[in-house]
Each structure stands twice: as structure tokens, then as C-alpha cells.
């Protein structure tokens, strides 16, 4: 499977890295499609951390990696 491909959200993500690369694509009625970035708490969730969790006080870049 390419490192690019589309994957729906039932499935665990693959491999989560340091660098943003995993984004959310929905449909749009008015622009097709519109894509965001993973946000931490997302990111987070996905790699099965509780809610509770906090990270340290860092840039959004740091708290990624």
C-alpha cells in the first residue's frame, strides 16, 4: 500500500510520524472535496493515548512529534 494512499476512518491509521502528513478529506457540496490536517488531540486519539493525557506547552510542531 502507497505511503499516499486514501484510508478510511473504521481502520487504526498506519504508521503515525514527526512530520504532518495525515490529513482529513470530506466531501463538499460547493468545492468537491476540502482537506485539513490532523490536529494533536486527533493525532492522539489515534494512536490510542487516553483523553486525559496532556502534553507539555510546546509549538503545535513540537507537540506533533
Known amino acids: 500500500m502507497a505511503a499516499a494512499a486514501w484510508q478510511k476512518l473504521n481502520r487504526p491509521l498506519r504508521t503515525i ?3 504532518d502528513r495525515l490529513a482529513l478529506v470530506k466531501p463538499d ?18 494512536m490510542g493515548m487516553p483523553v486525559k493525557m496532556k502534553l507539555k506547552q510546546a509549538t503545535r510542531r513540537d507537540r506533533t512529534k
Open 17 to 19: 510520524t514527526t512530520v
Open 29 to 46: 457540496k460547493q468545492h468537491g472535496h476540502v482537506m485539513r490536517m490532523l490536529q494533536v488531540p486527533e493525532l492522539q486519539a489515534a
